[in-house]
């Protein structure tokens, strides 16, 4: 147990609609990540938030969005979904930025089917 | 840009025997090196890093990872492999004067571990 966690576990929802996926990170982690797995796509990474701020963008669609709540607990929120957003969406938690901690722990992970 | 190539998409490697997962880096500066692991239905598991020091690192499970800077390569090794290893491996690096400490994941590895 990486001490991470993520609700839901499971999601399925129609095409067009929007949901939020949660994450806690580990306690003490400032850092949360949000990454997108898929097949064909590997693991991509899309945004990083620290302390409640955005410090880091990946390949995070426009209809996707996240923030961190001020007991570091963070949100993704997608939203007009389609058939390709269907996948397994991984929360990982870290330490700080440049601190002394540099591996990320990751959360069990939310699988969403889009139909 | 950083980026991490894994050119194995399947390793198969018989149980006792040694086995190697390959992985090379690009990084502007010097690198942090990760390997996770995942296994069916979980998130991604830390294994080990490289930061500094000896070019040898040890993690969890028994295995081990070759930091080679001329190479530019840090190899995942296990000297007797376990049916209990087949999984999706991942190399990671990320770039150490980043002022992000977003990790860059390979395509993954699977391994897998015939009795």
């Known amino acids: 147990d990486s001490g991470v966690t993520q609700t839901p576990k499971h999601l399925i929802t129609a095409t067009g609609q929007r949901v939020t996926l949660r994450c806690s990170p580990r306690?003490?982690?400032?850092?949360v990540y949000w990454y997108q797995q898929s097949l064909d796509q590997g693991l991509q990474f899309l945004i990083q938030?620290?302390?409640?701020?955005?410090?880091a963008k990946g390949n995070i669609l426009e209809r996707f969005s996240a923030q961190q709540f001020p007991d570091l607990h963070s949100e993704l929120n997608l939203s007009s979904l389609e058939l390709g957003d269907s996948a397994l969406y991984f929360c990982?938690?870290?330490?700080?930025?440049?601190?002394?901690?540099?591996?990320?722990?990751f959360g069990p992970g939310t699988r969403l089917t889009v139909t | 840009a950083q980026s991490v190539a894994q050119p194995e998409d399947q390793v198969n490697v018989a149980e006792g025997n040694p086995l190697t997962v390959k992985c090379t880096y690009s990084?502007?500066?010097?690198?942090?090196l990760f390997w996770y692991v995942q296994y069916p239905n979980r998130g991604l598991q830390f294994l080990l890093k490289?930061?500094?020091?000896?070019?040898l690192v040890k993690g969890s499970y028994g295995f081990e990872a070759e930091f080679n800077k001329s190479q530019t390569s840090f190899h995942l090794k296990k000297p007797s492999a376990l049916v209990s290893d087949s999984a999706l491996y991942f190399c990671?690096?990320?770039?150490?004067?980043?002022?992000?400490?977003?990790?860059?994941f390979g395509s993954g590895t699977r391994l897998s571990i015939r009795p």
């Open positions: 990982a938690s870290s330490t700080g930025t440049s601190g002394t901690s540099y591996e990320q722990y």
């Open positions: 306690s003490g982690d400032l850092s």
């Open positions: 938030y620290y302390n409640g701020e955005e410090r």
């Open positions: 990084v502007s500066g010097n690198p942090y």
């Open positions: 490289y930061i500094t020091g000896d070019n």
């Open positions: 990671a690096v990320r770039d150490k004067y980043s002022s992000a400490s977003k990790i860059i």
